[in-house]
């Protein structure tokens, strides 16, 4: 099912999907069922046909794994160790994408249609609105949590920015004593 020509497709369709809305959107805010269903289709549509098509990816990719374990003749938990953090990053990756913004959503329209004045709900909805921030930061996390090797990355990336900062402070250190000595010669 998931073969190159048809992920190509299907990334073209959703970006086309995507400025299509998006534009209208933008030109027709000021019409409130546009704006809904907009608000429908980006923070809750897109985000559970994430979902949907993270977990048909996975299962494809056991389904291949399983069939490759068995052509081979090799031992299956070798190769379901290789796939588990792919699979943990896409599903973890997806129900925060659905939980942060699908909450907003429907949070926000609960609270136009209905307008209730409960404090539980009014706490609940600006609880979702100040996770559904958090929707822009998350990828990080998982991979910080999930992935190994995008840890190890990580730390030499900031291992070699601390040791490059320390040398050009020891640069700057030598400078201003170099010069500190420069005029208390003249």
Same mark, same amino acid.
């Given at each position: 099912? *998931?073969t190159t020509?048809?992920?190509?497709?299907?990334?073209?369709?959703?970006?086309?999907?995507?400025?299509?809305?998006?534009?209208?959107?933008?030109?027709?805010?000021h019409?409130?069922?546009?704006?809904?269903?907009?608000?429908?289709? *980006?923070?809750v549509v897109?985000?559970v046909?994430?979902l949907?098509?993270?977990?048909?990816?996975?299962?494809?990719?056991r389904?291949a794994?399983?069939?490759?374990?068995?052509?081979?003749?090799?031992?299956?938990?070798?190769?379901?160790?290789q796939?588990?953090?792919?699979?943990?990053m %896409?599903v973890?990756?997806?129900?925060?994408?659905?939980l %942060?913004s699908?909450?907003?959503?429907?949070?926000?329209l609960i609270?136009?249609?209905?307008?209730?004045?409960?404090?539980? *709900? %009014?706490?609940?909805h600006r609880?979702?609105?100040?996770?559904?921030r958090?929707i822009?930061a998350?990828?990080?996390?998982?991979?910080?949590?999930?992935?190994?090797?995008?840890?190890?990355? %990580?730390?030499?990336f900031?291992c070699?920015?601390?040791s490059?900062?320390a040398?050009?402070q020891n640069?700057?250190d030598i400078?201003?004593?170099?010069h500190?000595q420069?005029?208390?010669?003249?």
């Amino acid at each position: 099912m *998931f073969t190159t020509t048809r992920m190509k497709k299907l990334i073209v369709g959703l970006v086309l999907v995507a400025a299509t809305v998006g534009t209208a959107y933008a030109a027709l805010d000021h019409v409130y069922i546009i704006r809904i269903t907009c608000m429908v289709v *980006f923070y809750v549509v897109v985000p559970v046909t994430v979902l949907v098509i993270n977990v048909m990816l996975i299962r494809e990719m056991r389904q291949a794994s399983n069939n490759a374990a068995a052509n081979l003749g090799r031992q299956q938990h070798h190769n379901q160790s290789q796939s588990a953090v792919p699979t943990v990053m %896409l599903v973890t990756t997806s129900l925060i994408y659905v939980l %942060l913004s699908g909450t907003w959503t429907i949070m926000y329209l609960i609270n136009y249609y209905f307008q209730p004045q409960s404090t539980f *709900f %009014l706490f609940v909805h600006r609880f979702s609105v100040a996770l559904s921030r958090f929707i822009y930061a998350y990828n990080f996390y998982v991979y910080l949590i999930t992935c190994k090797q995008f840890r190890s990355n %990580l730390r030499t990336f900031i291992c070699r920015c601390s040791s490059v900062a320390a040398a050009s402070q020891n640069r700057n250190d030598i400078r201003q004593a170099e010069h500190t000595q420069a005029d208390t010669v003249v």
